[in-house]
């Protein structure tokens, strides 16, 4: 059975750090694109950023961009989100999700939802003093 778990979510002050991790079971993910969202109470749930199977390639949403860094360690079947700076909007449930192999990159770095075939529980991360 395919299982992704997020882990890592906490609460921390605004310009804190965390880093989540996303691991896998029942399959490995050497093969698959993984994208990291997040949904705050109220709102859709939207890309946060995205690392192709090979970890070549990433992509981050303006709202992450020189905060957030992704990375994947295939050894371990785990990809991390590294999130620096945290400000009070970052503030809401983070999910890992793996898109299918054989996905096409191009069209998976734009982060819908719909695009990712296979989801974690979520992890929760406050930002707050």
């Known amino acids: 059975q395919l299982q992704l778990v997020e882990s890592g979510g906490g609460l921390v002050q605004p310009g804190g750090s965390l880093r989540l991790s996303c691991a896998a079971s029942?399959?490995?993910?050497?093969?698959?694109?993984i994208g990291w969202f997040r949904q705050a109470p109220g709102k859709e749930r939207e890309g946060v950023s995205c690392?192709?199977?090979?970890?070549?390639?990433?992509n981050h949403a303006d709202s992450a961009k020189g905060r957030f860094t992704i990375s994947r360690d295939n050894a371990k079947n785990t990809v991390y989100l590294q999130m620096n700076s945290l400000k009070p909007e970052d503030t809401a449930v983070y999910y890992c999700?793996?898109?299918?192999?054989?996905?096409?990159?191009?069209?998976?770095?734009?982060?819908?939802?719909?695009?990712?075939?296979?989801w974690g529980q979520g992890t929760q991360v406050t930002v707050s003093s």
């Open positions: 690392i192709s199977s090979s970890g070549s390639s990433t």
């Open positions: 999700a793996a898109a299918a192999p054989g996905s096409n990159w191009w069209a998976i770095r734009k982060m819908g939802p719909k695009s990712f075939d296979y």
């Open positions: 029942g399959f490995t993910l050497d093969y698959y694109t």
